[in-house]
T-cell receptor, first 112, second 114 residues
Framework: DAKTTQPPSMDCAEGRAANLPCNHSTISGNEYVYWYRQIHSQGPQYIIHGLKNNETNEMASLIITEDRKSSTLILPHATLRDTAVYYC?????????????FGGGTRLMVKP | EPEVTQTPSHQVTQMGQEVILRCVPISNHLYFYWYRQILGQKVEFLVSFYNNEISEKSEIFDDQFSVERPDGSNFTLKIRSTKLEDSAMYFCARTKTGLGETQYFGPGTRLLVL
């Protein structure tokens, strides 16, 4: 899987949008962009994924640039409970190499 | 999507002892994974398991580790002779359909080896 680069930490005011960037400049055409988060020592929680189109679900929106070399996860109205480490992961969908390779992620601190 | 359940939530053991960590199955889930996270470090892949066989394993998953899902019962990770460095959070994950699909994680088991 291609590697990703994320800022180690970010702050966000409660109620504001949190925009978490991710660079994946070596992404291949068949690799998806996945986002997970981990609150304290809990199990990683799936947020969203996409291939090239922007995606939205009840948790977040994923914006992928046209060249697919970067993406942004948007939490539209951050709450204190969104404080977590957010991981951007790229991976293929096939029967080999199905592991998730976690990097250091971005530690998002939502402040009152 | 329902998450997997793991037991026990915490386990303390003596170095050299065997431990078995369990992942409670959902009947229509066929693909399982184990990951671990040493305190303060990254989440690391251990092994993937499908149709009662290991699909892939990492360098961490050496002869001290084994996985099985006997008769469709709990999906287990066994550590035969624990070492101090096995102390970590162990997470089970599953996908509902294919190996390429989204992985959903359990709450983890905190293993402490003394």
């Amino acid at each position: 899987d291609a590697k990703t680069t994320q800022p180690p930490s970010m702050d966000c005011a409660e109620g504001r949008a949190a925009n978490l960037p991710c660079n994946h400049s070596t992404i291949s055409g068949n690799e998806y962009v996945y986002w997970y988060r981990q609150i304290h020592s809990q199990g990683p929680q799936y947020i969203i994924h996409g291939l090239k189109n922007n995606e939205t679900n009840e948790m977040a929106s994923l914006i992928i640039t046209e060249d697919r070399k970067s993406s942004t996860l948007i939490l539209p109205h951050a709450t204190l409970r969104d404080t977590a480490v957010y991981y951007c992961i790229v991976r293929v969908h096939n029967n080999a190499g199905n592991m998730l390779t976690f990097g250091g992620g971005t530690r998002l601190m939502v402040k009152p | 999507e329902p998450e997997v359940t793991q037991t026990p939530s915490h386990q303390v053991t003596q170095m050299g002892q065997e431990v078995i960590l369990r992942c409670v199955p959902i009947s229509n889930h066929l693909y399982f994974y184990w990951y671990r996270q040493i305190l303060g470090q990254k989440v690391e892949f251990l092994v993937s398991f499908y149709n009662n066989e290991i699909s892939e394993k990492s360098e961490i998953f050496d002869d001290q580790f084994s996985v099985e899902r006997p008769d469709g019962s709990n999906f287990t990770l066994k550590i035969r002779s624990t070492k101090l460095e096995d102390s970590a959070m162990y997470f089970c994950a599953r996908t509902k359909t294919g190996l390429g699909e989204t992985q959903y994680f359990g709450p983890g088991t905190r293993l402490l080896v003394l």
